[in-house]
């Protein structure tokens, strides 16, 4: 299977940027790569990146998304709209939203139904916090997060896993390889548990990745991929990044 080179822009960029940052990946591109390359930039740049890479090997994904297709919910954006605009996939669930929009398991989980339900795929996000590593309770907790926030439409390949300890997200500190290895096979048995199968079911591992580690990470058999942050913004970095998984 392909690795997935996912890139989360966050709230950053502009129509400028996008021209130059499109501009200079294409350049670097080929359509035989043998990578899946994946870009979420913030919701109202959707159709001018979906523009700028079409008919190109870059899927264009979203940052979040509603659990309903309309209604009165001020400022957010549904599964339809993205779809609209070329969207394959939605980040769910992302560290940030659990933490500054007190995004729950059980919402997670509903977005993530309303994403299968539409054939969009959702890139559940999980991860333990400095604490809980600490204390040794990662492995349980981030257990529990993917049992609650796997939907029931799910199957083994209709969904994307990413888990990003929050302790190393944008502060450049990393997990070992041993301790990435550890989550992403309890993942997988926890989700073989839930649904019967896991056999086509892509992890990627984010939290800080860089040209300098990627390869770290992209090596393990457990890893599908990465979610990339910070470095998805610099067109060189995520392509390095992107070439550490072949
Ligand atoms: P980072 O972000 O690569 O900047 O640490 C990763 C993420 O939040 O998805």
Redesign the pocket.
Known sequence: MKKLIAG?W?MNGSLDFIKEFADNLKNKLNETEEFDMLICPPSIYIPELANSFKNTMVKIGAEDSHFENKGAYTGDTSISMIKDFGCEYSIIG???RREHYTETNEIVNKKAHKAIENNIIPII?VGEKLDIRENGNAVSFVKKQVEESIPENANDGNFII?Y?PVW????GKIPTPDQVDEIHKSITETVKDKIGNADNLKILY????KPENAKEFLSLDSVGGV??????LKPDAFYEIAKASI
């Open positions: 989360n966050k992302h560290s940030e996000c990413a990003e190393a997200i944008g502060t984010g939290g800080s990745v979610l990339v942050g910070g470095a998805s």
